[in-house]
């Protein structure tokens, strides 16, 4: 693992308005990882991605995930484990149910 790897691990982004301009202004959107969404404080969708940046845009215009109002991120090259972790811990806190938007 290098450097930036470690320095980065498991560091979540803080919560942030899931608007065009936040997706298109970070700049380490363009790596891979996890993002959540929610709005009311209820996780829409639990997505990953090679390039999260794209991943969030194409959200935006999703009938179901464009209602969330924030998003957090984390930059990880695991992020399928991830999303899974996350997902399996949803489900055992939520009744086997998946987040509003990935529950079709």
Not at 3 to 25: A, C, Q, R, Y
Request: glycine share 4%; proline share 3%; aromatic share 8%.
């Amino acid at each position: 693992m290098n450097n930036k790897e470690e320095k980065g691990k498991d560091v979540w982004s803080e919560w942030l308005d899931f608007d065009h301009s936040n997706i298109t202004t970070i700049t380490t959107l363009d790596e891979p990882g996890v993002f959540k969404v929610h709005a009311s404080m209820k996780i829409l969708y639990i997505g990953s991605s090679i390039n999260l940046r794209q991943s969030l845009l194409e959200s935006l215009s999703d009938p179901c995930i464009s209602k969330a109002k924030r998003f957090s991120y984390l930059i990880t090259e695991n992020a399928e484990h991830v999303k899974d972790q996350l997902l399996k811990e949803y489900r055992e806190s939520h009744g086997g149910s998946l987040p509003t938007c990935m529950d079709k």
